[in-house]
């Protein structure tokens, strides 16, 4: 894996909108996106940047269940205010967390993501080491699956929400091995409460303790770490 220190998130969203806009002169079509407070600066230089996507498709990574796109705590809603207002796509793919039959929607989402695989992938990773939302102990060859929330991740994005009971115990997320099928994978971790993660992630054995430690065996994936993130790498 290629890790790239930078001094804060202002210049690692730099840094990931040159490695998309790299992508796309190579000829990327598809690209995977994240949603949280990690991906906001690199869609802020995308959003000022001349790039046009009317002939791009996107998929995310993944949904609260239960939440639609008129909620301003859904992904949808997330994904619309930060990029698909300014930069409008061909298509934009992101789990339906309101669908009435969850298995169906999972089938479904798999198959979207067969048949447009992903030239860029996007990431965050959370405080104990998940990507998506696959959390720990989340099988390596899952595909797209609902989730049970972990304690940790609750109380991590109950600052978006008004009370933690108001946080979703629920999500659709693109599994691990979907994941691993995109070409590219750019990592985003920024503050300090990401860097036992990326610790794991670069440097511990590779184990469903630590989701993002996968990404070893990935021969496309980019770092791009704050220094507190990056503060317990060697
Ligand atoms: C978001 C996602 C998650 C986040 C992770 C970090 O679509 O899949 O894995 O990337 O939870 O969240 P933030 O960026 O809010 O710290």
Redesign the pocket.
């Known amino acids: 894996m290629q890790v790239f220190k930078v001094a804060d998130q202002a210049e690692g969203g730099q840094k990931a909108y040159e490695l998309l806009r790299e992508a796309i002169n190579g000829g990327a079509k598809t690209f995977g996106l ?6 906001v600066t690199f869609y802020e230089n995308v959003v000022n940047s001349d790039l046009d996507f009317s002939d791009k498709t996107s998929i ?3 949904e609260y269940v239960g939440l639609d796109g008129a909620n301003d705590q859904s ?1 949808r809603y997330f994904m619309n205010e930060h990029l698909f207002n300014f930069k409008p796509f061909k298509e934009n793919f992101l789990p339906n967390g309101k669908a009435s039959n969850l298995d169906e929607e999972v089938k479904r989402y798999d198959g979207v993501i067969d048949a447009h695989p992903i030239d860029f992938q996007i ?4 405080g104990n080491g ?4 696959n959390e720990p102990g989340t099988s390596f060859d899952v595909t797209t699956h609902v989730v049970d929330l972990a304690p940790e ?1 609750i109380a ?2 109950a600052r978006f929400f008004e009370n933690e009971s108001d946080v979703p115990r629920q999500a659709i ?1 693109m599994g691990i091995a979907s994941i691993l099928k995109s070409k590219q994978i750019v990592l985003l971790a920024f503050g300090k409460a990401k860097a036992e993660a990326v610790k794991g992630m670069l440097e511990g054995p590779v184990t469903t303790d630590c989701p993002a430690s996968v990404l070893q065996n990935h021969a496309n994936v980019t770092v791009i770490a704050d220094k507190e993130a990056a503060s317990l790498i060697k």
Do not use: M, V
């Not at 994240?34 to 991906?39: D, E, K, Q, V």
């Not at 990431?123 to 959370?126: A, D, E, K």
């Open positions: 994240a949603t949280g407070s990690t991906p995310n990574l993944d992904y990431l965050g990773i959370g998940h990507i998506g939302f991740t991590a994005n997320s």
